[in-house]
């Protein structure tokens, strides 16, 4: 039996609307125009409201001003905390990582030891 050909050309999704386009086009400009505007409208309402959330304040950064002449409007807690002490902290996790990875090589060699001495058995 022969394959049936099919016609490819009657299987164009958009081949209405080209067809149709004089019909189409106002609405499209329509929803287009009214997508535009909605996202423009959004656009500036976000802005303004991020600007009375923060109070009407702008950014306090200016090429004029000092870094070290501001003083912080929150203290974080790990701030207490000095750079000796969190190295301190990594050496200790990193030598109980080691020490769990010396633990899994150990039963690593347990378990080959394991295997070996029961396959040379089974020999």
């Known amino acids: ?4 050909r099919i ?3 009657q299987l164009q999704p958009f081949k209405a609307v080209r067809e149709n386009w004089y019909n189409v086009r106002p609405y ?3 929803y287009m125009t009214a997508i535009s505007f909605g996202s423009t ?3 500036f309402l ?3 409201e991020q600007i009375v959330g923060h109070g009407f304040k702008f950014p306090r950064l ?3 001003i ?3 002449e501001l003083t912080p409007s929150f203290v974080h807690m790990n701030e207490f905390i000095s750079a000796e002490e969190l190295a301190a902290a990594r050496v200790s996790e990193i030598e109980e990582w080691g020490k769990w990875d010396e633990f899994l090589l150990g039963l690593r060699e347990k ?3 394991f295997h070996s001495s029961e396959d040379k058995s089974k020999v």
Do not use: F, W
Request: aromatic content about 4%; overall charge negative; proline content about 8%.
């Open 46 to 48: 976000a802005i303004i």
């Open 66 to 68: 000092e870094v070290e």
């Open 28 to 30: 499209y400009t329509n």
């Open 7 to 9: 016609d490819l050309h």
């Open 111 to 113: 378990n080959r030891g």
């Open 1 to 4: 039996m022969s394959p049936v």
């Open 62 to 64: 200016h090429p004029e």
């Open 41 to 43: 409208l959004m656009s």
